[in-house]
Nanobody, 123 residues
Framework: QVQLVESGGGLVQPGGSLRLSCAVS????????IGWIRQAPGKQREGISC????????YYRDSVKERFIISTDNAKNTVLLQMTSLNPDDTAVYYC????????????????WGRGTQVTVSQ
């Protein structure tokens, strides 16, 4: 069974940067992509980025393009999310999740989830 564990969240000032990590284990060949999904207080979950595991193709929600970069390490057992130019609207719990689709930004398409890591952007 796929297991995903997020780390790297914390408190950061507006304009700052953070790097989130997602350690993946127990992966099976029927999973094709890993995504980052966030949930802000009082809001629904939203997919913000996704990477295909074989080709490394990347996808982003418009609100994070040019600011966030998703990547995998050489062994492909860690998925990273480099976040820059953070603003208070980025405050949320960030989850990594796995999908059996080729790629997606719809949280409903992901069926294995980590427990999340809190990111707070504030003065």
């Amino acid at each position: 069974q796929v297991q995903l564990v997020e780390s790297g969240g914390g408190l950061v000032q507006p304009g700052g940067s953070l790097r989130l990590s997602c350690a993946v284990s127990g992966f099976t060949p029927d999973y094709f992509a890993i995504g980052w999904i966030r949930q802000a207080p009082g809001k629904q979950r939203e997919g913000i980025s996704c990477i295909t595991l074989n080709e490394g193709y990347t996808y982003y929600r418009d609100s994070v393009k040019e600011r966030f970069i998703i990547s995998t390490d050489n062994a492909k057992n860690t998925v990273l999310l480099q976040m820059t130019s953070l603003n208070p609207d980025d405050t949320a719990v960030y989850y990594c999740a796995a999908t059996k689709l080729y790629w997606s930004l719809d949280p409903n398409d992901f069926d294995s989830w980590g427990r999340g890591t809190q990111v707070t952007v504030s003065q």
